[in-house]
């Protein structure tokens, strides 16, 4: 008689199941099959029964499982096979599935059997591989992400990432709400910016804002926030972007812009300086070089008239006016070729040792003949014996420069005193004037090209003279500086470093 015949309560119970179910002997032989069973492995209806076991193994696990089933069907406990480990079927075209089995065993007819229910767990494999790989990827990101109770605001779930930016532990994050980290944010601020995903009128709302870690530092984040479920329990779900390095480099950006537009603005205001300084330069050197050109064109056609013995005094007169406005064009142009020479770089220094006597000598020699009815240059005491070692030609200039503006905004019958101090680490050479005067108001400006004073405007003048003196020195590692009150007179001082082979004895004038 066949051990399972069609009316029998196992044909009827078996083929109600969503269960595969197989009753093997103790020869691990399939005794009897349902038809989810024959389904799930491939086979035709009843094509299972009196199979061998074995051919629903996979080849790696047979011997194993063999020796593993026989001992099973001796002892005779109900189980589950293989807890803790992965199963798999082959089906009949010899594809593998993961599976999940029961064993019941039992006695019939005085025969063991056992009874075998299959679970096909192929998409809950593939769920839960799905989960891993999301868990994976949540866990993972370098970016923070943060899952919490949008009633209660507290977190339900925060990645590797949020805990290790905060510095928490997830087990004290557990319990902690959203706003512990939110300085910035108060209850109803966050209520008012969920407002519009929990009314429908967005699907997620991107904002700024700053969290604060465990030792209270804080950083600027980008935020990204959306509303989702867990089982019935809606849940925010937010994913935070640490923005520093962004705000460092738009901070960054910002500086070098603010930088740039200062300079293009400070350079528009030069290039408009430059401009204006032309145009006040060619007024200057029309003003300044017509008036004492038109003085040497009116002396050389009235000394052509002089022709008699006795109008000598009138041809001299009249000479001395050329001289002297020759001398003062050449001075206008020393200055300008000065300028020149500094704005383009091509200045070269000569640096030697000459007596300061034979320069001072020189430079009042020359500048004798400007002086005005009555004035006089009081020469310094005690400069015999004093070697300086500088650029000569650049001394003269200077030096020149000072007493004929000395001699120039003073009236007639003062004097211009040259005063000079030789200390051991530096010499000065002061000119002393008790002319005009420089106004409180102006002296600032005193050095700037093209600058002249207020209560000179009337006097010839370039205005560039000083400006030239202070770049010169300056480069020699110098120094020219005064003290002026007006209408008492002013004194300029030139400061002239000692070198090695200069000479450090002490002379007052």
Same mark, same amino acid.
């Given at each position: 008689m066949k051990l399972f015949e069609k009316k029998?309560?196992?044909?009827?119970? $078996?083929?109600?199941?969503? &269960?595969? =179910?197989?009753? *093997?002997?103790?020869?691990?032989?399939?005794?009897? $099959?349902?038809?989810?069973?024959?389904?799930?492995?491939?086979?035709?209806?009843?094509?299972?029964?009196?199979?061998? /076991?074995?051919?629903?193994?996979?080849?790696?696990?047979?011997?194993?499982?063999?020796?593993?089933?026989?001992?099973? =069907?001796?002892?005779?406990?109900?189980?589950?096979?293989?807890?803790?480990?992965?199963?798999?079927? *082959? @089906?009949?075209?010899?594809?593998?599935?993961?599976?999940?089995?029961?064993?019941?065993?039992?006695?019939?007819?005085?025969?063991?059997?056992?009874?075998?229910?299959?679970?096909?767990?192929?998409?809950?494999?593939k769920a839960e591989q799905a989960i891993d790989h999301w868990y994976r990827i949540f866990n993972e990101s370098l970016n923070e992400i943060y899952v919490f109770d949008v009633n209660t605001l507290q977190f339900l779930n925060v990645n590797h990432g949020a805990q290790r930016n905060l510095g928490h532990s997830m087990q004290e994050l557990d319990q902690m709400a959203i706003l512990d980290v939110m300085p910035e944010l108060s209850k109803e601020s966050f209520r008012r910016l969920v407002w519009p995903l929990q009314n429908s009128k967005s699907e997620k709302i991107d904002f700024e804002s700053v969290f604060q870690r465990?030792?209270?530092?804080?950083?600027?984040?980008?935020? %990204?926030?959306?509303?989702?479920?867990?089982?019935? +329990? &809606?849940?925010?779900?937010?994913? *935070?972007?640490?923005?520093?390095? @962004?705000?460092?480099?738009?901070? @960054?950006?910002?500086?070098?812009?603010? &930088?740039?537009?200062?300079?293009?603005?400070?350079?528009?205001?030069?290039?408009?300086?430059?401009?204006?300084?032309?145009?006040?330069?060619?007024?200057? *050197?029309? %003003?300044?070089?017509?008036?004492?050109?038109? $003085?040497?064109?009116?002396?050389?056609? /009235?000394?052509? +008239?002089?022709?008699?013995?006795?109008q000598q005094e009138k041809r001299d007169k009249h000479i001395t006016t050329i001289k002297s406005k020759v001398k003062y064009l050449d001075n206008i142009l020393s200055d300008f070729l000065s300028v020149e020479r500094l704005d383009s770089g091509k200045v070269r220094y000569n640096i030697t040792s000459f007596p300061l006597s034979k320069l001072i000598n020189e430079v009042i020699y020359d500048s004798n003949t400007l002086l005005k009815e009555g004035q006089r240059i009081l020469y310094p005491k005690d400069i015999d014996g004093i070697n300086i070692t500088f650029d000569e030609k650049i001394l003269a200039l200077a030096l020149s420069n000072l007493v004929l503006n000395a001699i120039k905004y003073s009236s007639e019958g003062t004097n211009v005193r040259l005063k000079v101090i030789n200390g051991k680490k530096q010499l000065k050479i002061e000119v002393i004037d008790k002319g005009f005067g420089i106004p409180q108001e102006d002296q600032p400006f005193i050095f700037d090209r093209y600058f002249r004073a207020s209560n000179v405007l009337t006097t010839q003048g370039t205005g560039i003279g000083l400006n030239t003196v202070r770049r010169h020195m300056q480069n020699l590692e110098g120094d020219i500086c005064f003290k002026s009150k007006q209408g008492e007179g002013s004194t300029f001082t030139l400061t002239i470093p000692i070198k090695p082979n200069g000479n450090e004895k002490d002379s007052i004038g």
């Open positions: 029998d309560v196992f044909k009827i119970l $078996s083929e109600v199941v969503y &269960e595969g =179910i197989l009753i *093997v002997n103790d020869q691990q032989v399939i005794a009897a $099959s349902n038809t989810m069973a024959n389904e799930m492995f491939g086979y035709p209806k009843d094509g299972l029964n009196g199979q061998e /076991l074995q051919v629903l193994i996979p080849k790696k696990a047979r011997n194993q499982h063999k020796r593993d089933a026989g001992g099973f =069907i001796k002892k005779g406990e109900k189980r589950e096979m293989g807890a803790d480990l992965d199963l798999f079927g *082959v @089906r009949q075209d010899g594809s593998e599935f993961p599976l999940e089995i029961s064993l019941n065993p039992f006695v019939l007819l005085r025969k063991r059997y056992v009874m075998a229910i299959v679970v096909d767990i192929t998409e809950r494999k465990k030792d209270k530092t804080q950083y600027p984040v980008e935020v %990204h926030l959306q509303l989702s479920k867990i089982a019935k +329990k &809606e849940v925010c779900v937010m994913i *935070v972007l640490d923005i520093t390095d @962004r705000k460092n480099y738009t901070q @960054r950006l910002e500086q070098t812009v603010e &930088e740039r537009t200062q300079q293009l603005s400070e350079a528009l205001k030069a290039e408009k300086k430059l401009n204006e300084l032309k145009t006040k330069f060619l007024s200057l *050197v029309s %003003h300044e070089f017509k008036t004492p050109l038109t $003085s040497i064109l009116t002396s050389t056609s /009235l000394l052509s +008239k002089y022709t008699e013995t006795d």
